[in-house]
C-alpha cells in the first residue's frame, strides 16, 4: 500500500525517435519516471535518481538489426539507457537474463 497518491502523467512518443517528446522531458517535474516501450532513449533527458525502465524484450534489437545499425540502435537505446535509471525492470525472467547476456 502506497502512503503517497502519486498524479500521472502519460506521454507518447510519436515516433521510435521522437525528438519533440525528448525535449519536452528536459521540463517535467514528477516524483517519479516510469520508461516502457520502445522509448528507452528517453532516460537520456530524465533524471537518474527518478527513473525506472520496464523492458518487455530485446528480441528485436537481437535477431533484426545488424552491422552499424545495431551499435547505434544498442548504444542510443539500449547501453546509455541502460545506466541512466536507478532501476531496470523486466517482464520475465527469460527477458532478465537474455538483457544480461547481451548488454552484461
Known amino acids: 500500500v502506497l502512503e503517497k497518491s502519486y498524479e500521472v502523467e502519460r506521454i507518447y512518443a510519436r515516433s521510435t525517435f521522437d525528438l519533440l517528446t525528448a525535449f519536452r522531458c528536459l521540463f517535467l517535474k514528477s516524483d517519479w519516471f516510469h520508461i ?3 522509448a528507452n532513449y528517453l532516460a537520456l533527458f530524465l533524471s537518474k ?3 525506472i ?3 518487455h524484450d530485446i528480441g ?3 535477431n533484426s538489426t545488424k552491422g552499424l545499425r545495431k551499435r547505434i540502435i544498442g548504444f542510443l537505446f539500449w547501453r ?3 545506466k541512466k535509471v536507478s532501476a ?3 517482464v520475465s525472467d527469460f527477458t532478465k537474463q537474455h538483457l ?3 548488454f552484461k
Open 88 to 90: 531496470i525492470t523486466c
Open 80 to 82: 546509455l539507457p541502460l
Open 60 to 62: 528485436h534489437y537481437v
Open 100 to 102: 544480461q547476456a547481451v
Open 49 to 51: 535518481k527518478r527513473t
Open 36 to 38: 516502457t516501450g520502445a
Open 53 to 55: 525502465l520496464t523492458v
